[in-house]
């Protein structure tokens, strides 16, 4: 079995033990110990995988890191677990404080779902404030997959992965940084904007309030145009049979169209649920009184259904007591705003 089939099936191994999983120990054994012997390392082998490894830190002796990886003879990963139901927010400093006393040039700080991976790129042998890696295996993309490769023992080569990490480490600064910017765009970046030749004058805080609404627009039109070519690239050049892009559309000729702004609609839905789902679980359905998405293809399992008329506009969602709600929209964005009730819809499903 390929690598990417593995780690698709320990996801599902989690999904189905993570309810039932109360302790630190749990966790270790059910869903830690697992994910690396996966990766291909020894996990029972003491002298590779070693538990409980001593890390004395300056005065205080007998101090132990959960696990330490040791490769050649020397101890090249050390690994904090915590709880599966713990947040690994503020765990980071029990890591810091080992790292610098051992031959380790990598340090994992994982709950068995959230993975957080270290080196020393801003001081040697201090590890880093940040990690230049984290993956979440219930959110896990292909990207993911790539990375957590270079982590199996077969591949593993310390040189390579800590190369890597200063672009990773970046890369996911700048994106983050990125995705603050566009879903709520700071009085420099408006500024930024509005010196590319957008506004000549002063920019004073009511020039930049003004213009704040009208920069976070352009944003997301620009994202979803760029979504909707792209996505919209992939369907016409898929085969005719499904592919984890295609989407069920009626054969009968039918004289039903499917419009750009329809196709944006379902985008949108897309891209707000797939943060809980696989993207291809959605499909949509074209009908003449309304544009239907459905999860996993099935009539009975509709998010909403979006109408788009000349004289008005509006989605349909059902709430959490199946009572269909109807909200106004002025423009296909505004479904960004329901968000929370797409999710909830969709939990209705999921929660069965």
Not at 216 to 223: A, D, E, G, L, P
Request: net charge negative; charged share 30%; with cysteine.
């Amino acid at each position: 079995m390929e690598f990417e089939e593995k780690m698709k099936e320990f996801v599902e191994r989690i999904k189905k033990l993570q309810n039932s999983i109360n302790t630190e120990e749990a966790t270790k054994t059910s869903l830690i110990m697992p994910f690396f012997s996966l990766l291909g390392y020894d996990v029972f082998n003491p002298n590779e995988f070693t538990p409980e490894y001593t890390a004395d830190v300056g005065i205080k002796k007998g101090e132990k890191v959960d696990y330490a990886i040791t490769l050649n003879n020397v101890v090249t990963i050390l690994i904090e677990a915590k709880s599966v139901n713990e947040n690994l927010q503020k765990h980071d400093s029990q890591l810091f404080r080992y790292f610098g006393t051992t031959t380790a040039k990598l340090a994992i700080l994982t709950n068995g779902i959230i993975y957080k991976f270290y080196t020393d790129l801003e001081e040697t042998n201090k590890m880093d404030s940040t990690p230049f890696l984290e993956i979440n295996l219930l959110d896990l993309k292909e990207t993911d997959i790539n990375e957590i490769k270079k982590f199996c023992k077969e591949n593993f080569d310390i040189n390579t992965v800590i190369n890597a990490a200063s672009n990773l480490k970046y890369e996911s600064s700048i994106k983050k940084i990125l995705t603050e910017e566009f879903s709520n765009p700071s009085d420099d970046f408006i500024k930024l904007i509005l010196n590319r030749g957008i506004y000549d004058g002063v920019k004073t805080q009511n020039v930049i309030d003004k213009y704040k609404p009208i920069v976070k627009k352009s944003i997301t039109h620009h994202i979803n145009s760029l979504i909707n070519q792209r996505l919209q690239n992939a369907l016409n050049t898929s085969s005719s049979d499904n592919t984890d892009e295609t989407i069920e559309e009626n054969e009968t000729d039918d004289g039903i169209i499917t419009t750009a702004e329809e196709l944006e609609s379902y985008y949108i839905v897309k891209s707000i649920l797939s943060e809980f789902i696989e993207p291809d679980t959605l499909y949509y359905k074209d009908t003449a009184s309304y544009f239907g998405i459905l999860y996993e293809n099935k009539v009975t399992k509709w998010i909403c259904r979006i109408f788009l008329k000349e004289n008005v506009s509006f989605i349909i969602i059902p709430d959490e007591n199946k009572l269909e709600i109807r909200y106004e929209i002025s423009s296909i964005t505004d479904i960004y705003k329901l968000k929370d009730k797409l999710i909830t819809r969709l939990n209705s499903f999921l929660d069965k």
